[in-house]
């Protein structure tokens, strides 16, 4: 099979293959990579899909995406390893479902991807036999406790993550920085967005070519593949693909919702595709008035993992229905708003609502949600109420509850069941550095710690 290439959202960098993309993360136009062409679900292949499991399902879809870069049984053992825990799609009643994506290492949906990346990296680098390769990511909370699990011990693989320590949970903490080995934790003084900036201005700087740094942000495309997976399962288990499906994402950078976009290009029968945001509601807006404003500085939300007020992805999303953002956030070309409307049904929720529709599913159908979940489930009621839907229905759970025990306690009463990989963490010891968020500091940092 012919490898795929992989062009990026500004068009003025050289299409290139997946192997490339990976380990580039971000376009040397500081565009994203895409694939020139999205491949096809065959007649009848979803519905074959129906009783596979997870990891078939992961290696069966990947495959049409990484043919010619990994063989197909490297790709299957790949699925086999990294996805060794359920993957639940709780019934709530005759249509609506809500699919757990919070029963990996770290309980956040982002392990998906993580994982699968983790596999990549490592197996390119064994075949290519090269020499150390610095991943380096910001994170508001979630990304940065999945990569450090994700590629902790991975051999010829550093990893150093950039998070602003006010903004994440010490739970969340604890999973980026008691894992020590190949794994730098730096608390940066500042917001997600300065991380994010340092890490970005970090890939552009040509001082710094002689560390092999690469990204394992939401920006990489390796990250965007693996989360095209469970929407494919989703839709097999079901309705066999064989018939229109609803699915809310609740969104921050759009790499989540990507996954459901791409995997509707493909082929999946989707009605819609509702995105719910929190405060930082700039894309519903966008939606509304065809204006797009980033929300600078973003704010500050209960569902943490989701206070991003210029999305990374969105020029991705944007780029699917022929537009172009570029990287500072200016609207080059309008996409087509009104295929992006047929498409694309999106809405913000405010911490206030979040917080009743938590106490109100589980009053109601004792759904236990958290905050990113609560957005998600709102996101999902307002679509259905509005247009009278009776398709299939999934809203996405993107983290455990028992990552948020303060606030679903001072909810419900109760506090959530602590899933095994958390409760560990507790006893662990902790090392991070601590940096401000200048960019000479952190030039300096990675030259003294990788060079
Ligand atoms: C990262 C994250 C999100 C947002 O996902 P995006 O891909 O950035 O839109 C939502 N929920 C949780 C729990 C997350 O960690």
Redesign the pocket.
């Known amino acids: 099979m012919d490898s795929m290439l992989y062009a990026s959202t500004n068009r003025q960098a050289p299409a290139v293959k997946l192997a490339e993309a990976l380990l580039r993360g971000q376009a040397p136009d500081k565009g994203l990579y895409l694939p020139v062409e999205i491949p096809r679900f065959a007649p009848g292949e979803l519905a074959s899909l129906y009783d596979k499991s997870y990891p078939e399902i992961a290696a069966a879809v990947l495959e049409k995406f990484t043919a010619g870069t990994f063989a197909t049984n490297e790709l299957l053992e790949m699925c086999r390893s990294a996805y060794v825990f359920d993957v639940p799609l709780e019934r709530v009643d005759a249509q609506r479902h809500v699919m757990r994506l919070d029963r990996g290492p770290t309980a ?3 392990d998906f991807a993580g994982l699968m990346m983790g596999r990549m990296f490592g197996t390119l680098r064994r075949n290519a036999a090269g020499g150390r390769l610095v991943i380096l990511t910001a994170t508001s ?3 940065g406790s999945a990569i450090a699990n994700a590629f902790y011990k991975i051999p010829n693989v550093e990893v150093m993550i950039l998070f602003p320590p006010a903004e994440v949970s010490a739970r969340q903490r604890k999973q980026m920085t008691t894992l020590g080995e190949n794994i730098t934790a730096v608390g940066v003084e500042g917001k997600f967005d300065d991380c994010q900036a340092l890490v970005k201005q970090a890939f552009a700087d040509e001082t710094l070519r002689g560390i092999e740094l690469t990204s394992a942000n ?1 920006i990489n495309i390796g990250r965007l593949l693996p989360q095209i997976v469970y929407y494919v399962y989703a839709a097999a288990r079901l309705t066999k693909g064989e018939k229109p499906i609803v699915f809310s994402v ?8 990507m996954g459901a976009l791409l995997a509707s290009r493909m082929g999946l029968p989707l009605e819609k595709l509702v995105v719910a945001t929190n405060e930082n509601d700039e894309v519903p807006r966008f939606m509304e008035t065809a204006e797009y404003h980033k929300i600078v500085p973003s704010l500050a939300c209960l ?1 943490n ?2 206070n ?1 007020g210029h ?1 990374s992805n969105f020029a991705r999303v944007i780029a699917l229905f022929d537009g172009w953002l570029d990287e500072t956030g200016v609207m080059r070309r309008k996409p087509d708003m009104e295929r992006m409307s047929r498409e694309l049904w999106a809405t913000g929720v405010t911490d206030a609502e979040t917080r009743e529709t938590i106490q109100k599913t589980w009053r109601e159908h004792q759904l236990l949600l958290e905050p ?1 979940g609560a957005v998600g489930w709102l996101g999902l009621e307002r679509y259905l109420r509005e247009t009278s839907s009776t398709a299939t229905a999934v809203s996405v759970e ?2 455990h509850p028992a990552k948020f025990p303060e606030e679903i306690e001072k909810l419900l009463g109760f506090s959530p069941e602590v899933p095994p990989s958390l409760a560990a963490l507790g006893t662990k010891s902790e090392h991070y550095l601590t940096m401000p968020g200048d960019y000479g500091a952190f030039h300096k940092l990675l030259l003294d710690t990788y060079k």
Do not use: L
């Not at 609740?250 to 919702?257: A, E, I, K, L, V």
């Open positions: 956040s949906f982002k909370g979630d990304t939401s609740p969104s921050g950078n759009f790499g989540n919702m569902s993992a989701m991003v999305p990113h993107t983290a």
